[in-house]
């Protein structure tokens, strides 16, 4: 069983950064798929980006392409999203979650999911 635990969300104006962390317990790791997902109120939780369990492969939503860069430390058991740019909508509470087989698209392909860190950006 592994845990996962979102950091580093917080208030941060229009053009800013923040980076994201996703830290791992239990379970192993490194053969896991991480992915980032958010959602703002009410709308419907959405696909940010994802990264195979060797890191070798990321895939990125078109509307964080270009400014997000997803990337793991297996020996750390952490995930990261640095988010340059932001934008007012990118403001969402944003989860990582964890797939045995990746689907990264798919939130009912992921088997663990955090309980999620708030990002809000200020115009």
């Known amino acids: 069983q592994v845990q996962l635990v979102e950091s580093g969300g917080g208030l941060v104006q229009a053009g800013g950064s923040l980076r994201l962390s996703c830290a791992a317990s239990g379970g192993t790791f490194s053969s896991y798929n991480i992915g980032w997902f958010r959602q703002a109120p009410g709308k419907e939780r959405e696909f940010v980006s994802a990264i195979r369990w060797s890191g070798q492969t990321t895939y990125y939503a078109d509307s964080v392409k270009g400014r997000f860069t997803i990337s793991r430390d297996n020996a750390k058991k952490t995930v990261y999203l640095q988010m340059n740019a932001l934008k007012p909508e990118d403001t969402a509470r944003y989860y990582c979650?964890?797939?045995?087989?990746?689907?990264?698209?798919?939130?009912?392909?992921?088997?663990?999911w955090g309980q999620g860190t708030q990002v809000t950006v200020s115009s």
């Open positions: 979650a964890g797939a045995g087989t990746l689907f990264p698209l798919n939130m009912t392909r992921y088997d663990y």
